[in-house]
């Protein structure tokens, strides 16, 4: 039963495409994060979202789109994919206030 | 800009002495610390956590102690396991935004 779902877990794919990310919380969060771990292993944030703010990080290029469709799901969209996107990709979710973030596996993603 | 530092890429320990992981911190804004356990090919799992108002809280085998004025926050686990073995990653809190450090490779030995 897990709490926070990103699919796929994988995703090789050649520079240019457009490709999507999807997450999944069912612990009933009111924030969702996507953050990016670089081959330093830095998990940087990119982007958080609740129903009331989108919070862009500065550093994110405009390719980098969130999709919130509904509370449960904060998706990431990536257009013209650069090989500098290599990448784990992690989902998060928490609940407002002093309270723990929650993490998905994270999602490879991999461009040739 | 990293808020959050962890300067110790890498920590060895044998089975049933005492692990210290360490952090730093600058921004003072912080009011939440956590720490998180990372295992190969998954999420970071929340382990413990501390408010700003506190400077220790502990859980079973870890301890978070928290000193402020010098912005530091570190982790005992006490006795460490093999099952322990893990990357460890320190984060803060500001607001809805949490910061985090780039993690300590932690090697318990049997």
């Known amino acids: 039963d897990t709490a926070v779902s990103q699919t796929p877990k994988y995703l090789v794919t050649q520079m240019g495409n457009d490709k999507s990310i999807k997450c999944e919380q069912n612990?009933?969060?009111?924030?969702m994060y996507w953050y990016k771990q670089d081959s330093k292993k830095f998990l940087k944030i990119m982007f958080s979202y609740n129903n009331k703010e989108l919070i862009i990080n500065e550093t994110v290029p405009n390719r980098f789109s969130p999709k919130s469709p509904d509370k449960a799901h904060l998706n990431l969209h990536i257009n013209s994919l650069e090989l500098g996107d290599s990448a784990v990709y992690f989902c998060a979710s928490s609940q407002e206030g002093n309270q723990p973030q929650h993490f998905g596996d994270g999602t490879r993603l991999s461009i040739l | 800009d990293q808020q959050v530092k962890q300067n110790s890429p890498s920590l060895s320990v044998q089975e049933g002495r005492i692990s210290i992981l360490n952090c730093d911190y600058t921004n003072s804004m912080f009011d939440y610390f956590l720490w998180y356990k990372k295992y190969p090919a998954e999420g970071p799992t929340f382990l413990i956590s501390?408010?700003?108002?506190?400077d220790k809280n502990e859980d079973g085998r870890f301890t978070v102690f928290l000193n402020k004025s010098a912005k530091h926050l570190s982790l005992h686990i006490v006795p460490s396991q093999p099952g322990d073995s893990a990357v460890y990653f320190c984060a803060a809190k500001n607001g809805n935004q949490f910061y985090f450090g780039t993690g300590t490779s932690l090697t318990v030995i049997p």
């Open positions: 612990l009933g969060h009111d924030t």
């Open positions: 501390i408010s700003s108002i506190k």
